[in-house]
């Protein structure tokens, strides 16, 4: 198994395993809502590939927006996490996380958001963004569903509220 960067040739195959996935079809909007915006990374959007070549699971991290006492500072958030369900708990969605967490440490950047299942995150160092003031962009967001990495650039003063691109919105990405 590879893992890279998606390219515009990956963009069927990475809707599918969405598709799959989630047994619906928001997130695969959410994605393309997102590569159409100028909060779309496109390293950071990352595929495993399979020796067969088969795009088993996706990743996209994308800026969202803290606003800060400073002043609003653009920040990466993980969404959506999918893992093709013929290969779920295979270690596929843990390398595919652990790799972005790697550019993003290698970027500087200072942290990193995910709105997430609470028991699946913290392996990775995910805790309640809540504990760092950071604080969700809707009152439907669960409060230990908001999560939070601090990186090694992270800074007290990123803290503040979360403003989510009204592509969530569009997508209904939006709290659980
Ligand atoms: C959640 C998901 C991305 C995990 O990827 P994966 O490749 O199957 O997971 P991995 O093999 O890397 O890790 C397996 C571990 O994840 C845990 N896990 C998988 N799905 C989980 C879930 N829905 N809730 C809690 N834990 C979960 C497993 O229990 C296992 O834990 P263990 O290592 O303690 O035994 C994948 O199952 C998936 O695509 N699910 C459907 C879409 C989804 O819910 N995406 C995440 C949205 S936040």
Redesign the pocket.
Known sequence: MIIRPETPADFPAVEA??NA???EES?AYLIRLIRESDLYVPELSLIAVLDDGTVA?H?MFSLVLLDTAQGEERIFD????????D???????????RHGLELLEARGEPLVL????P???P?FGFERASRHGITPPSPRTPND?FMVKLLENYEPRFRGAVRYPEAFYLADAVGP
């Open positions: 395993v969405n996935a989630f047994g997130e699971g990743v993980l969404a959506p996490l999918a893992v093709h369900p290969h779920q708990g295979t270690g596929i969605g843990d390398a595919l996380t995910v709105e997430g299942i028991s699946y995150y392996r569903a």
